[in-house]
Nanobody, 123 residues
C-alpha cells in the first residue's frame, strides 16, 4: 500500500510557526481528501485538520482553529499544514493520511500513514 511522506517538523518556541508538508510516495492523491492527525505517547492519534480533494473545503479541530491552516497544491501533489501561534500542547508526532471515507475526524477513515514528523513546542 502506498504511504504518504510527512516533513517539516522541528523544535520551535511557543508562539512560533512551522509548516508541515505531506506528499505521496508514488501515485497522485489529488482525487482524495487528506487529513493531518497528531499523536503523543500513550494517546491515540487525534484529528487536527482535513481538506477535500480540490481544496475548497477544510475542517479543523477546535483546539487549532484560527491558528492552523491546511492547504493543498494538486499541481505539485502536496498538502501543507501551516501552524502559527504554536503552544506546548501542540507537541506531538504529526501524520497525514488519505481518506477512504469523506472528511471524517476519526483516524479509521484514513490510511496510507507515513512515519510522521515530530513537532516540539518548548522554550
Amino acid at each position: 500500500q502506498e504511504q504518504l511522506v510527512e516533513s517539516g517538523g522541528g523544535l520551535v518556541q511557543p508562539g512560533g510557526s512551522l509548516t508541515l508538508s505531506c506528499a505521496p510516495s508514488g501515485r497522485t492523491f489529488s482525487s482524495v481528501a487528506v487529513a493531518w492527525f497528531r499523536q503523543t505517547p500513550g494517546k491515540e492519534r487525534s484529528f487536527v485538520a482535513v481538506i477535500n480533494h480540490n481544496g475548497d473545503v477544510a475542517n479543523y479541530a477546535g483546539s487549532v482553529k484560527g491558528r492552523f491552516t491546511i492547504s493543498r497544491d494538486n499541481a505539485k501533489n502536496m498538502v501543507y499544514l501551516q501552524m502559527n501561534s504554536l503552544k506546548p500542547e501542540d507537541t506531538g508526532v504529526y501524520y497525514c493520511g488519505q481518506s477512504w471515507a469523506g472528511l471524517g475526524i476519526s483516524s479509521a477513515s484514513y490510511n496510507s500513514w507515513g512515519q510522521g514528523t515530530q513537532v516540539t513546542v518548548s522554550s
